[in-house]
């Protein structure tokens, strides 16, 4: 554990917040933390369960004279999005998170955090190992995948469960409690391809240093989505300019914004025409990329670029035709926010975000995640999106579909973390609703009638290699815990 941390630690989270870093967690690669955390739970003599989707369950039954209150859940999700730099070297199938404190500031060497969502696991390891605080039934639930939809929350089994109240550790503002979010859905968009050979000199482009996020909490923010940028730039390069595409590639996560996108290109031609079309492509690259960077000073002011001279001969690029239909898709396909909401000033309604784009050999693929709060529309985005490729001769696959999380007026739990909130600190909690996607929208249907709200630490920057957390906030967030589940609820 990081000495620095060490002497920060308070009840144990920053312990355990180092350990399950040291084990690689990548949505789809839960095995070994789920392992890890029925071995917590032996360890404790803790009853729990582990099902085939490794989740776990664990149960930490009333400390004395609080056998007769209704027991708590203390939820959040053991997988990360997994995001380097462009140059690491890290595995994250086999390496750990290396955490570095800066300052007030938790973040890790190159990589994701992984504060979302392992403050939660942190905070419930802590409490379910604490002896000296008194509390209801704890129930904690600690799932898997959520960050590809959500899809271990949909195969838990909820009917041992006796909760009525349900926390949600998944946030990441300490002054807001949520109360409500968006539902969602996973769509992959295939379009096949035809290749021809062709003789020319390789270029390739590559943007960068864009602020990426994630895509339903920073949706609203106006950051660049790589991959359609750089369409854009290849649309507006070939009013003026001859080449083909060989091959193209931006985003590795359907919920991240993509920060980085690349192309390689051929410019045909021999001896002086050759390059003269060198020099026209390339100084139309500068006056384009110089003209999105004026525009886009003020969301991306990071957005670099870089041209590189690859070799000259032979190549298989896309056909003509197939080229344009992709261009066409990529070009006009929805994506950011579609609709804000006319109920709750500010909130994102309905979005898209293309979170991955590549060019096989023989197709191309682009990944969507919708988001939005009302089921109709949801699936009328994704209808758009597969009314498009089916036009242009593709294939659509709808999955990983979610639902929303209804706000409930007469809240008894988000009234009791309000008012200690307010004792502990002076101010008003802001109540909340997001547009990304928690699984309380999932957990409310298996639980009827749960009263739930979620909660977290001031995080920043999640789902990309600038993820951070505050460590004091963190701190507070927990103690602030602590009297939510010790102090009784009463309306």
Not at 270 to 282: A, Q, R, T
Request: glycine letters at 8%.
């Amino acid at each position: 554990m990081n000495k620095t941390l060490e002497s920060l630690d308070y009840k144990g989270i920053f312990k355990y917040f180092s350990e399950i870093s040291e084990i690689p967690r990548g949505s789809g690669n839960e095995q070994a933390i789920s392992n890890y955390l029925v071995a917590y739970a032996k360890a404790h003599k803790l009853e729990y369960t582990q099902d085939s989707a490794y989740n776990v369950i664990m149960i930490k039954e009333a400390t004395p004279g609080y056998e007769e209150e209704p027991a708590i859940i203390l939820q959040g999700h053991m997988d990360m999005v997994c995001e380097k730099v462009k140059d690491a070297t890290h595995d994250f199938l086999k390496d750990g998170i290396k955490l570095v404190v800066d300052g007030d500031f938790l973040h890790a060497d190159g990589t994701t955090l992984g504060g979302d969502n392992g403050v939660a696991v942190a905070y419930i390891l802590a409490m379910l190992s604490d002896e000296t605080l008194s509390h209801p039934r704890l129930e904690a639930i600690i799932t898997t995948d959520e960050e590809m939809g959500l899809n271990g929350a949909k195969a838990l089994d909820l009917s041992t469960l006796k909760g009525k109240y349900l926390i949600n550790l998944d946030s990441e503002e300490e002054d807001c409690v949520l109360t409500s979010c968006a539902g969602g859905m996973r769509c992959n968009c295939t379009l096949p391809i035809q290749r021809v050979e062709a003789k020319g000199k390789r270029i390739k482009i590559s943007l960068g240093g864009m602020q990426g996020g994630h895509s339903g909490a920073d949706i609203h923010k106006n950051r660049a989505n790589a991959p359609k940028l750089l369409g854009r730039l290849l649309f507006d390069l070939r009013q003026e300019n001859d080449f083909d595409l060989i091959r193209m590639q931006g985003g590795f996560k359907d919920n991240v914004i993509p920060r980085e996108a690349e192309a390689e290109l051929l410019v045909a031609g021999e001896g002086n025409d050759l390059k003269e079309s060198l020099i026209s492509i390339k100084n139309s690259i500068d006056k384009l990329m110089k003209g999105y960077q004026q525009e886009l000073s003020a969301s991306e002011p990071g957005l670099k670029y870089v041209l590189e001279d690859l070799d000259e001969g032979s190549h298989q690029v896309m056909h003509p035709v197939s080229f344009e239909k992709m261009m066409f898709m990529l070009v006009n396909m929805p994506n950011g926010i579609q609709e804000m909401s006319s109920y709750i000033p500010g909130l994102v309604e309905s979005s898209l975000n293309l979170g991955i784009f590549n060019t096989e050999e023989d197709h191309v693929t682009f990944v969507d995640a919708i988001r939005s709060s009302l089921y109709n529309y949801k699936h009328y985005m994704s209808n758009q999106l597969n009314y498009m490729i089916s036009f242009l001769g593709g294939d659509f696959n709808e999955y990983a579909e979610y639902p929303g999380w209804e706000y409930k007026p007469d809240s008894l739990l988000r009234e009791h973390y309000k008012r200690l909130y307010q004792e502990s600190t002076g101010k008003e909690m802001r109540v909340e609703a997001i547009h990304a996607g928690l699984e309380c929208g999932i957990l409310s249907e298996k639980l009827p009638g749960v009263d739930a709200i979620s909660i977290g630490p001031d995080l920043f920057d999640v789902h990309t290699v600038e993820e951070r957390m505050n460590i004091p906030s963190a701190i507070r967030v927990y103690q602030l815990l602590e009297k939510a589940v010790s102090e009784k609820i009463r309306g």
